[in-house]
Nanobody, 113 residues
Framework: QVQLVESGGGLAQPGGSLSLSCAAS????????MNWYRQAPGKERELVAR????????DYADSVKGRFTISRDNTKNTVYLQMNSLKPEDTGVYYC??????WGQGTQVTVSS
């Protein structure tokens, strides 16, 4: 069955960095667009970044452009999110998303001094 396991969250200071990973299994990872979403407390889940199957094309929410980088390793069935210059408003639970309807458990990111 489809499994998405996020890791790498934690506490960071404003201006700091965190690197998230999502290990995928149960589907043809190398053929799927992969996405990172986040959900802040009291807010709806929002798309943060997406990457197409062959890694040539990426897309970012305006709020993270120039600070976050999405990448993938199709040999490891893993998608990554490098987050730099973190801001308090980046706080939330981060999820990866691929095949429709399947979500991982998410990983908490907290940006605070």
């Amino acid at each position: 069955q489809v499994q998405l396991v996020e890791s790498g969250g934690g506490l960071a200071q404003p201006g700091g960095s965190l690197s998230l990973s999502c290990a995928a299994s149960g589907f043809a990872f190398s053929t799927r667009i992969m996405n990172w979403y986040r959900q802040a407390p009291g807010k709806e889940r929002e798309l943060v970044a997406r990457i197409n199957p062959d890694t040539d094309n990426t897309d970012y929410a305006d709020s993270v452009k120039g600070r976050f980088t999405i990448s993938r390793d199709n040999t490891k069935n893993t998608v990554y999110l490098q987050m730099n210059s973190l801001k308090p408003e980046d706080t939330g639970v981060y999820y990866c998303y691929g095949p429709p309807g399947y979500w991982g458990q998410g990983t908490q990111v907290t940006v605070s001094s």
